[in-house]
């Protein structure tokens, strides 16, 4: 049974038009992140929600934003794809204090961006 | 700035034979140290976790974990065709205690 879910799979879109990505998880984790990650390259963290307390990483380009509305569900808007955009962005969770630190990752969304 | 080094490869070894997996850390208080497995196109799938000095062995897979030399190593043994992926170092770095930092893999290809 898929416990961390993402959608959709591949996606295509426009330069310059915006587009949501959607992370669930049946784990009931508190933490949720959100990762980009290029061919060849390590994953790159772009946000994390300890519950509602948004993290956005210092370096993550304010052409993305994620929303949170409640604990299964997450989403990653980018509102103005370039090409740069184009990567795999995937959605992890953990389970929160005291647990142990081990991530589990969705599939990831593919986007390609024409 | 924190880093996870990794051989980028691609390492290669026979069928049945043991591969050997390699990746530094920067950071010496970190405290925990992850293996995941990355099929070409695919997420990332978590293999082994540890926290402790010393080997952790699960199957075929043993994770090894020197603080004092700041190295983490993954053995396979018995590598199989389907062992054939990129495999991911992350460690989680003192202080941090939601974030990974991960290195950017080794191509690992078992030659049937």
């Known amino acids: 049974d898929a416990m961390v879910i993402q959608n959709p799979r591949y996606q295509v879109t426009q330069f310059g038009k915006p587009v949501t990505l959607s992370c669930s998880q049946t784990?009931?984790?508190?933490?949720m992140y959100w990762y980009q990650q290029k061919s060849s390259q390590a994953p790159k963290l772009l946000f994390h929600?300890?519950?509602?307390?948004?993290?956005n990483e210092a370096d993550t380009p304010d052409n993305f934003q994620s929303r949170r509305p409640n604990t299964s569900f997450c989403f990653l808007d980018i509102r103005s794809p370039g090409l740069g955009d184009a990567a795999m962005y995937l959605c992890?969770?953990?389970?929160?204090?005291?647990?142990?630190?081990?991530?589990?990752f969705g599939p990831g969304t593919r986007l390609t961006v024409t | 700035q924190k880093e996870v080094e990794q051989n980028s490869g691609p390492l290669s070894v026979p069928e049945g034979a043991i591969a050997s997996l390699n990746c530094t850390y920067s950071d010496r208080g970190s405290q925990s140290f992850f293996w995941y497995r990355q099929y070409s196109g695919k997420s990332p799938e978590l293999i082994m976790s540890?926290?402790?000095?010393g080997d952790k062995e699960d199957g075929r897979f043993t994770a090894q974990l020197n603080k004092a030399s700041q190295y983490v190593s993954l053995l396979i043994r018995d590598s199989q065709p389907s062992d054939s992926a990129t495999y991911l170092c992350a460690a989680r770095y003192s202080g941090s205690a939601r974030q990974l930092t991960f290195g950017s893999g080794t191509q690992l290809t078992v030659l049937p």
């Open positions: 992890a969770t953990r389970a929160g204090q005291g647990a142990s630190y081990e991530q589990y």
């Open positions: 540890i926290y402790s000095n």
């Open positions: 784990l009931n984790h508190n933490v």
């Open positions: 929600y300890y519950d509602k307390d948004f993290n």
